[in-house]
Every structure is written in structure tokens, then in C-alpha cells.
């Protein structure tokens, strides 16, 4: 079955930088999109970012500005998102997403990681 494992997440001060890594099992990994979503202390799941399989169509969420960058690295079955210039309110926990369909865009994740802990002081 598919699995996703998320690693990267941690604690780390306003403006600093954190990378976060998912490694896919289970599936091509390149035929299909990927995501990250966040979800923090009471509030709903929100999209972050998300990219084709071929990594030609990405998509950020409003929030993101710049700050962030998503990819993927289809011979590793590996997805990152790079992050920057971090914010105590972009304090959440970080979820992977895969899709079912090469394409993102108006879709759903399927399949979701367990999620790691992204932590920005002030």
C-alpha cells in the first residue's frame, strides 16, 4: 500500500529555514502529484503547496508568498518542501499528501502521512 513518512519538521526561530522531506512507498512515485498540508492548533487542514507528477504544474497556497518551495525527486521517491523566512503563525503540524491522479489541480489527496512537527518561536 502506499506510505508516506515525513522528516524535517522541528523547532526553529522567526526568519529562519527549515526543509521538510516525504518519502513515498509503495507506487510510480512520478506518476503522481504530491502535496503538503498543514494543520495547526485549532483549525482546519490547510493546503500549503502542491505539484504534478512531471513537477511542470505547482500550486501554492495564498499564505505561502514566496516563502516557500515545494519539489519532488522522482528517482529518490522523494518530496520536500524547502521553507524560509518562517513565521510563529506558520507553527503547525505539516502533513504529505498524494494524489491519485498525475494532476493536481482541482483534485484531492488520497493518501496522507502521519505528520511532522513544525514549531517557529517568536
Known amino acids: 500500500q502506499v506510505q508516506l513518512v515525513e522528516s524535517g519538521g522541528g523547532l526553529v526561530q522567526a526568519g529562519g529555514s527549515l526543509r521538510l522531506s516525504c518519502a513515498a512507498s509503495?507506487?510510480?512515485?512520478?506518476?503522481?502529484?504530491m502535496g503538503w498540508f498543514r494543520q495547526a492548533p485549532g483549525k482546519e487542514r490547510a493546503f500549503v503547496a502542491a505539484?504534478?507528477?512531471?513537477?511542470?504544474?505547482?500550486y501554492y497556497g495564498d499564505f505561502v508568498k514566496g516563502r516557500f518551495t515545494i519539489s519532488r525527486d522522482n528517482a529518490k521517491n522523494t518530496l520536500y518542501l524547502q521553507m524560509s523566512s518562517l513565521k510563529p503563525e506558520d507553527t503547525a503540524i505539516y502533513y504529505c499528501?498524494?494524489?491519485?491522479?498525475?494532476?493536481?489541480?482541482?483534485?484531492?489527496?488520497?493518501?496522507w502521512g502521519q505528520g511532522t512537527q513544525v514549531t517557529v518561536s517568536s
Open positions: 499528501a498524494g494524489y491519485s491522479t498525475p494532476v493536481v489541480g482541482g483534485r484531492s489527496p488520497s493518501y
Open positions: 509503495g507506487r510510480t512515485f512520478g506518476a503522481y502529484g
Open positions: 505539484l504534478s507528477g512531471s513537477a511542470n504544474n505547482i
